[in-house]
């Protein structure tokens, strides 16, 4: 789990360091930064039960094309593949924040990214630690009741996967744009 630490913490750096190459011009034109969307978000209606099934469609498949692509030979260089995007992602975002709107660019990270992300990153965690633990068990014992107990295994983590990723999907859908409009609101 050191590692992974360590690469995250080496690719937001990365991120850092790009951010601040690219400049400011790109940082106030960027997305969701910028203060146009920003001031739309503050007063838009937006309904948990609409948001819901759009990001149903969007975070399920990307999250279960990493779940299958992380079973194979190469499953961990995939999860930290993923990890090193996440990092990178998050310390870019962090620079244009701050630039945006200065030490309150930290709360704006905040708003973007919590409580969903409490339950996106324990599913990511216990994944890669399951599919450690979990790896040489099919080489392990090919054949008997052994084998069912590691197909059993692998479908507990299942579970657990797929709770994690519709509790986050429940949170950023419901919670996370009451926290974000507020947020904004404390910024405006």
């Known amino acids: 789990m050191k590692k992974n630490t360590f690469l995250f913490f080496l690719v937001f750096l990365s991120g850092v360091i790009s951010a601040n190459v690219l400049g400011v011009v790109l940082g106030r034109e960027l997305g969701a930064m910028n203060e146009y969307f920003m001031n739309r978000y503050m007063y838009a209606d937006i309904q948990g039960r609409e948001l819901f099934p759009f990001l149903f469609y969007k975070r399920v498949p990307e999250m279960v094309l990493l779940l299958f692509l992380s079973i194979g030979i190469y499953g961990t260089f ?108 404390m910024l405006g």
């Open 78 to 185: 995939v999860i930290d593949g993923y990890i090193a995007y996440l990092g990178f992602s998050l310390g870019f975002l962090s620079v244009i924040a701050i630039m945006n709107y200065g030490i309150r660019g930290v709360l704006l990270m905040a708003g973007l990214f919590l409580p969903q992300w409490l339950f996106y990153v324990p599913m990511l965690i216990l994944w890669r630690i399951r599919l450690r633990k979990y790896k040489g068990m099919e080489k392990e014992y090919p054949f008997g009741e052994k084998r069912r107990r590691g197909g059993m295994k692998w479908a507990v983590v299942l579970a657990e996967a797929a709770v994690l990723v519709l509790l986050g999907l429940f949170m950023e859908s419901y919670v996370n744009p009451f926290f974000l409009q507020k947020i904004i609101r």
